[in-house]
């Protein structure tokens, strides 16, 4: 294939996915606010609130894990999953938020999702993570931000140390001349947001 034909394809694609993706997240964003109004309409306020909580776990549990294969195997965080997942969080927190009358809970969620965005853009910056880890930090502040200002602090803080014993193991085996791959850092943000939210929910 020529360069002119793999241009023009670029060209092509690029609308294309644009497309796919903001289809995506008008779906999920749906889903997210019509998810939360049954659970409040369901529950009532006080009940649905929490349930609310577990079943923004379960649906950051079910795309994270699927982002996390995804991006063990190709190191890629896709823009498909991502931005979905973001949007639907973001109408499902607000939809929590407005119909329990807790609108500084909507607040912070929202802060917290874009703390740990510009925290994440730092690192891109310095070469530690990647654009897909930046746009996965945004359901991972919604998701953590929903439970208060103390758990999105919690999510980065693990999703940093989880990683450190393997690559501790990793850097002594490549002393000795291993080869050993290194691992993105999106399973370790997805695992770090998850255990952060449900120790919250917990507590």
């Not at 109004?37 to 994270?64: C, D, K, Q």
């Not at 498909?80 to 607000?94: K, M, R």
């Not at 919604?142 to 208060?148: A, C, D, K, S, V």
């Not at 999703?159 to 291993?178: D, N």
């Amino acid at each position: 294939m020529s360069l002119d034909q793999e241009t023009d394809m670029e060209v092509t694609a690029g609308p294309t996915k644009t497309r796919r993706v903001a289809l995506w997240a008008l779906v999920a964003a749906g889903a997210g606010a019509v998810s939360m109004a049954a659970a409040l309409v369901a529950f009532g306020p006080e009940s649905g609130r929490t349930v609310g909580g577990w079943v923004l776990i379960g649906a950051f549990a079910v795309v994270g894990i699927v982002m996390s294969v995804h991006d063990v195997r190709a190191r890629l965080l896709p823009d498909l999953l991502t931005l979905p997942l973001a949007a639907g969080l973001f109408t499902a927190v607000w939809t929590l938020s407005l119909g329990t009358g807790d609108v500084m809970a909507g607040l912070i969620a929202t802060g917290a999702a874009l703390a740990l965005a510009i925290v994440l853009f730092i690192g891109a910056m310095l070469g530690g993570v990647g654009a897909g880890d930046l746009k996965l930090a945004l359901s991972v502040g919604l998701l953590t931000g929903w439970f208060g200002f103390l758990p999105p602090v919690y999510a980065l803080v693990a999703s940093f140390l989880l990683p450190l014993p393997y690559a501790i193991i990793g850097l002594i085996r490549r002393s000795r001349g291993a080869q050993v791959p290194d691992v993105p850092f999106g399973p370790y943000l997805v695992a770090g947001g998850l255990l952060a939210a449900v120790v919250a929910a917990i507590a």
